[in-house]
């Protein structure tokens, strides 16, 4: 897996480097926003580590130029900023995902493995499997052309669902996916999620795959 640093501290940089080049990824760092923007334009990553904060060119704004080029490489953004306002204006920009500092090296390294799960291309703000659809932006689910009620958490299995249609998911794929690297889940805790998620979208769209997990579609 190949990652891009976009980092101007050149400690935080070095130290993150030497962190994921012992996991095995391949690194390459840049220390500019015109630096960042350009590899990140021009050679093919797996994934962006991108500070808000960059001499020449900000983060935002390379978010928004990237995705206005149909690059859809997966980015966390990393700030020293903790406000509310800011990560929603940072995740509206494109990025995939927001990781404030300070932060743990396990944290930011769970935060990559859950990225790298996810698929590319998937800018389009809606998900839509047979008759059901998903708003990532507006946080909307319908089925028919029906708005439907679910909580946060039932969203976020669903969402999950619905970027691996047809695909036989197991527990621990969606608890590594849905939850906190740090939560203390228990495998019938997604039992009681998708039984409750069926209840609303219908019964017949989540089927059990007995000894291997579940299947949307």
Request: aromatic share 8%; proline share 3%; glycine share 6%.
């Amino acid at each position: 897996m190949r990652i891009l640093v976009v980092e101007d501290e050149h400690s935080i940089a070095a130290s993150i480097k030497k962190g994921l080049e012992q996991e095995k990824y391949a690194v390459d760092v840049a220390y500019t926003g015109t630096e960042g923007y350009d590899l990140a334009a021009a050679e093919d990553y797996d994934l962006i580590l991108l500070d808000l904060m960059l001499p020449e060119m900000d983060g935002l704004t390379i978010c928004r130029e990237l995705r206005k080029n149909k690059i859809h490489t997966p980015i966390l953004m990393l700030t020293a900023k903790s406000q509310v306002d800011d990560k929603v204006t940072g995740l509206d920009s494109g990025a995939d995902d927001y990781l404030a500092k300070p932060f743990s090296f396990e944290e930011l390294l769970a935060r990559i493995r859950a990225l790298s799960r996810r698929p590319q291309k998937t800018l389009n703000n809606t998900l839509t499997v047979d008759d059901l659809s998903l708003d990532n932006k507006t946080f909307e689910v319908k089925r028919s052309g029906k708005l439907l009620a679910i909580s946060s958490k039932e969203f976020s299995l669903l969402e999950y669902f619905m970027l691996h249609p047809h695909q036989i998911l197991s527990k621990e794929q969606i608890i590594s996916h849905v939850w906190n690297y740090d939560a203390d889940i228990l495998p019938n805790t997604v039992e009681v999620y998708i039984r409750n998620l069926r209840q609303k979208i219908g019964k017949n769209l989540i089927s059990t795959v007995r000894g291997f997990g579940y299947k949307l579609g």
